[in-house]
């Protein structure tokens, strides 16, 4: 198999399970020796109901395009055990298994593209109303989720108005978008260092959306930096051009093939953002960690009010609003972020994100953990559908 162990999904622990020991297991069996193997593994409440209805979603939705089941099952008494589906096995490594083609064109430091089928797996409920995504950045959980076909409709928002009216374009006018970047991008070939302090003078003094995506793709580790007045201060990476104009062609028009048409965009307030979202909605949250929004140039247009936050998530557990929240973690040693208040109710998860790209450059090997947090209702609606759903039905 050649699927990456830092990037496993709880279905993909599930498959070297039963690959190693060769026979049919029950979950519980198979929950307890993930766990013996990775500790911060399936870390919920309801491990076993977790991982029910994560195998369950994938398994319905590769029936639904003509694939091949990956598991067995077979009951004997009260218990059912499964193995796996020999059949199936040559979809290991397909896309459908190991991570969907997430289109992908702004590439923000900090995009959740490739947690987002991690992220993903603890939606086990019907969406049937809007998700919204407040803190958008790159949108890598909307455009995700509309591949995925969850929900019906989506809001991206975010506080950074020039950002909001980018992603405007890239749904609504792709070939515009296209066009501009390819003019941009040709232009700063002969004096690429200048060009760039130039385009970051421009936009700062009239910001333009195209030359925001240019300014991203070319500053420093993607990760952008803005001084006390507001303004674009993050130097450009010499080593590289930035992302080439085929690509954000062929991206934006995949992400206006999935969000054209049924996509609202909005510039302002999280919880402004989110005053229409209910019960039927599904909100997803990544706002700036407390341990990266502080500092003198913080890597995010607008400072994070912690008390704000909390407040917000207050009001949307009030009003029945099911949310996830990305917001602290820890790499290596180091931590961020304060706990959040019990009195939220929220379920703690920790996503394996990878080695961190910050250490790999020093020579050292810390592995960034992010937390995501299920607030009550999204729980309640998870176990909800697993336990209507009964036994999986459509496995071979």
């Not at 919204?132 to 950074?160: C, L, Q, R």
């Not at 070939?189 to 995506?213: A, G, H, M, T």
Request: charged content about 30%.
């Amino acid at each position: 198999m050649s699927w990456d162990r830092n990037k496993s999904t709880s279905e993909q622990l599930m498959v070297e399970v039963l690959a190693d020991t060769k026979q049919a297991l029950t979950l519980d069996e198979i929950v307890s020796e993930i766990q013996r193997r990775d500790p911060s593994a399936l870390t919920g409440k309801t491990p076993k109901n977790s991982l029910y209805s994560v195998v369950y979603r994938r398994e319905k939705r590769r029936a639904e395009r003509g694939l091949n089941s990956l598991f067995k099952t077979k009951t004997r008494g009260s218990s059912t055990y499964y193995s796996l589906n020999l059949k199936g096995m040559d979809a290991i490594g397909d896309e459908d298994i190991r991570k969907m083609k997430i289109p992908h064109v702004i590439p923000y430091q900090g995009s959740k593209r490739k947690l987002a089928p991690q992220i993903l797996d603890y939606i086990q409920h019907e969406v049937k109303g809007t998700v919204y995504e407040p803190f958008a950045g790159s949108a890598a959980i909307t455009i995700a989720a509309a591949t995925s076909k969850i929900g019906n409709s989506y809001v991206i928002g975010d506080k950074f108005s020039p950002l909001i009216s980018l992603w405007e374009l890239i749904i609504k006018d792709p070939n515009y978008v296209a066009e501009k970047y390819e003019r941009i991008w040709n232009e700063q070939l002969d004096d690429p260092k200048s060009y760039f302090l130039d385009i970051r003078k421009q936009f700062n003094s009239e910001p333009d959306p195209v030359k925001l995506l240019y300014l991203v793709a070319r500053c420093v580790k993607n990760a952008i930096r803005f001084n006390a007045n507001g303004e674009f201060n993050q130097s450009s990476d010499n080593r590289r051009l930035g992302m080439r104009p085929e690509k954000v062609s062929k991206e934006s028009f995949a992400i206006s093939s999935v969000l054209e048409g049924k996509t609202k965009l909005v510039a302002g307030d999280f919880m402004e953002i989110l005053q229409d979202a209910g019960p039927d909605d599904l909100v997803y949250m990544d706002p700036p960690w407390q341990g990266t929004s502080l500092k003198k140039d913080p890597r995010y247009a607008y400072l994070l009010d912690i008390d704000e936050l909390i407040a917000g998530l207050k009001d949307l557990n009030e009003r029945g609003v099911p949310y996830l929240l990305s917001f602290d973690g820890t790499c290596g040693d180091k931590s961020y972020g304060k706990k959040l208040p019990d009195y939220l109710k929220l379920e703690r998860v920790d996503l394996n994100a990878g080695r961190s790209s910050q250490a790999t450059l020093l020579g050292r090997d810390d592995v960034t953990i992010e937390s995501l947090y299920l607030s009550p209702v999204m729980i309640e609606k998870n176990q909800a559908n697993v336990k209507n759903h009964g036994e999986i039905k459509i496995f071979a």
